[in-house]
């Protein structure tokens, strides 16, 4: 059945006010879909992951609901997502390979881990070793220290044990972004790979880079300032994005650029407004090429095509009549 994110709205409480970083979000994930989430750093990704798994103590859920296989997540309250995280949830946050305890050996971690939720070491070894040698790396490795592997065999552990227990939903945020490119492709096979061995039944990618997306995503998920832009199959969204920032992030991206890889490298000039007090009409205003009159209002997020939704004024008359994701 998937996730269900609906009218999703989570804040930072700061002195100076609320930062709406996440701000009316909805979409779903089904069974097997590995949907990427990108856009800009500060777009709202990591907070929108992170709010399906683990609050902290600053953030707060304003309003929406979040359903998993049918049953409502109860993201607000910590103690009882303690059932839900690590078995049916769990999240590779962003940095956690830097986040591993130096000072404990890797199969040591797992035990702990393992009996903080009720689950004995001893019976999941021989599918944790299997896993690990799935990966390409040696059983050994649950004897070593941390700091005695590459950012690559940290990256595929935390993997393998983020995914021991067989969660329904995987999020995994930036995994790819501190390892070398041939490196970053066999971990995109191993997102693939737990997919197709049902490791996971569904699957969010979160990241600022489009290229892996290219490899691994069925779906993508384009946010910008903490509100969704677009939304459509994986090869839509890179060979026909409709939002303009969809359109500026894919031609800024030579490796992933199949329609614009002919245009030079320009980035985006700009950047992301804040979200403490956000502009009001489009977000990404400011930075439009095609910015007119009608921009000062909100552009609502519509489906325009099957499978196909954007927010953007260019293309809401060409709006479906149901809309939505
Ligand atoms: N602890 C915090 N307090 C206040 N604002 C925060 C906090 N963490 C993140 N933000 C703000 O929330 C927005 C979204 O951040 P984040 O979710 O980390 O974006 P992304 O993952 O897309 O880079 C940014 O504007 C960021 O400045
Ligand atoms: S709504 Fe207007 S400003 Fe926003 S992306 Fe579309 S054209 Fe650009
Ligand atoms: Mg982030």
Known sequence: MGLT???????????????KAVDDVTFSIED?????????????????????????????????????DGKELPISDSRAMRDFRFKE??????????????????????AELLKAR?????????????????????ADILKRYPIELSGGMKQRVVMVISTLLNPSLLIADEI??????????????????????????????????????AQVADTIL?????????????????????????????SSLPDVGIRHDEHTLVGIPGRPPPLLNPPVGCRFRDRCP?????????????????????ACWLHADGALPSGGV
Request: include cysteine; aromatic fraction near 6%; hydrophobic fraction near 40%.
């Open 5 to 19: 994110v609906d009218h999703l709205q989570v804040c930072y409480r700061t002195l100076r006010g609320d930062v």
């Open 32 to 68: 097997r879909e590995i949907m990427g989430l990108a856009g800009e750093s500060g777009c709202g990704k990591s907070t929108l992951g992170n709010s399906l798994v683990r609050m902290d103590v600053r953030m707060r859920q304003l309003g929406g609901h979040v359903e998993l």
């Open 89 to 110: 949830i769990s999240i590779v946050p962003q940095y956690a390979m830097s986040a591993l305890n130096p000072t404990r050996r890797v199969g040591r971690m797992v």
């Open 118 to 138: 009720g689950f004995d070491y001893k019976s999941a070894l021989p599918e944790l070793e299997r896993r690990v040698k799935l990966v390409g790396l040696d």
């Open 176 to 213: 790819t972004s501190a390892l070398d490119v041939s490196t970053q492709r066999a971990v995109g096979e191993m997102l693939l790979e737990f997919r197709d061995r049902n490791f996971v039944k569904t699957t969010m990618v979160i990241t600022h880079d489009l290229s892996i997306l």
């Open 222 to 250: 384009v946010m910008y300032a903490g509100k969704l832009a677009e939304k459509a199959k994986a090869d839509v969204v890179i060979n026909n994005p409709l939002h303009p920032y969809t359109q500026l992030l894919i």
């Open 290 to 310: 095609f910015a007119f009159d009608r921009c000062t209002d909100e552009p609502p997020f519509v489906e325009v095509k099957p499978g196909h939704s954007v």
